[in-house]
Nanobody, 121 residues
Framework: QVQLVESGGGLVEVGDSLKLSCIAS????????MGWFRQTPGKERELVAV????????RYGDSVKGRFTISRDNAKNTVTLQMNSLKPEDTAVYYC??????????????WGQGTQVTVSS
């Protein structure tokens, strides 16, 4: 029912900024909690940020709190992740996620294809 397409990944240097975008199909976008999760080889997919359907509630992973900001535009069916002060440990594949519930867990989500973010040191 929902398809997610991500863009904005790339290769940056320590301290740089990136903005990731995700556009979702469907007429019921506002009913989904949206989020960004990331994964590196050998690690579980971990929370970056989630946002409720209305945008009124957000949660961030401890490692990105204060540096990343999630937002959504329900009129445009888009979710954005503004990433500032990037560190090498932010290097990962970043996945856009949609969930029927507001949750910080990756289980039961619909996923985008992922976009690679590489922060060089």
């Amino acid at each position: 029912q929902v398809q997610l397409v991500e863009s904005g990944g790339g290769l940056v240097e320590v301290g740089d900024s990136l903005k990731l975008s995700c556009i979702a199909s469907g007429r019921t976008f506002r009913s989904y909690s949206m989020g960004w999760f990331r994964q590196t080889p050998g690690k579980e997919r971990e929370l970056v940020a989630v946002i409720s359907g209305s945008g009124s509630m957000t949660r961030y992973g401890d490692s990105v709190k204060g540096r990343f900001t999630i937002s959504r535009d329900n009129a445009k069916n888009t979710v954005t992740l503004q990433m500032n002060s990037l560190k090498p440990e932010d290097t990962a594949v970043y996945y856009c996620a949609a969930n029927h519930f507001f949750t910080t867990l990756p289980e039961n989500a619909y996923w985008g294809q992922g976009t690679q973010v590489t922060v060089s040191s």
